[in-house]
């Protein structure tokens, strides 16, 4: 069965900071790779996904995430973090047999001014 | 173009009650899926619908069921409601069908509190 890790609880940068967001998978197959974002009260915001090809996608927000297979890693970073990236934020790999997506835990970012 | 809609935002009903979602998803996306979302469970998936047929469930119990339309739109049914179903449920919909990878738009959810 398929799962995903995501190391950090809770991370907490200053604006402007750099931003890196783990995560690790298990999958047996060539994993659909994909990052959320929540905000309080709504629900998730598709950031970016990885399917093949180049292992460095660029998402929105300026988010990007790289692919490892190597490490079964698909790390979100971002260069400049801003206020209004305070929120939760979602890894999740697609079982592309069973048709569902398993979230993890998520990591809760807080920007300090 | 609108978003996925879920109705209602907010519900709080009595143990034992029975309960129904609604979620009309993103005009042509004919897969919906449906989660489950606690503190402390994080992200469970219910079950996704294509075309009106049921391609997946997640490990919930019966009182949980679902439905879709016609049109796509999809609604979710709990009866004999628990403290614990007290939960944000998620409805997300995709253009692409069951496990192609398209990635979800989610909706906004319904808080349902059972009293």
């Known amino acids: 069965a398929q799962s995903v890790t995501q190391p950090d609880i809770h991370i907490t940068v200053s604006e402007g900071a750099s931003l890196e967001l783990r995560c690790n998978y298990s999958?047996?197959?060539?994993?659909?790779l994909f990052w959320y974002v929540q905000s309080p009260g709504q629900g998730l915001q598709l950031l970016l996904k990885y399917f093949s090809g180049d292992t460095l996608v660029q998402g929105i927000k300026g988010f990007e995430a790289e692919f490892k297979r190597s490490q079964s890693s698909f790390n979100l970073r971002k260069p400049s973090v801003h206020w209004s990236d305070a929120a939760e934020y979602f890894c999740a790999v697609l079982n592309t047999n069973a048709g569902k997506s398993t979230f993890g835990d998520g990591t809760t970012l807080t920007v300090k001014p | 173009k609108a978003g996925v809609t879920q109705t209602p935002r907010y519900l709080i009903k009595t143990r034992g009650q029975q309960v129904t979602l609604s979620c009309s998803p993103i005009?042509?996306?004919?897969?919906v899926s449906w989660y489950q979302q606690t503190p402390g469970q994080g992200l469970q998936f219910l079950f996704e619908?294509?075309?009106?047929?049921?391609?997946n469930k997640g490990n919930f119990p019966g009182r949980f069921s679902g439905r879709q339309f016609s049109n796509s739109r999809s609604e979710m049914n709990v009866s004999t409601l628990e403290l614990g179903d007290s939960a944000l449920y998620l409805c997300a919909s995709s253009l692409a069908p069951p496990g192609q990878g398209d990635g979800y738009t989610f909706g906004s959810g319904t808080r349902l509190t059972v009293v």
């Open positions: 999958y047996g197959a060539t994993p659909y």
């Open positions: 619908y294509f075309s009106e047929t049921q391609r």
């Open positions: 005009s042509g996306h004919r897969s």
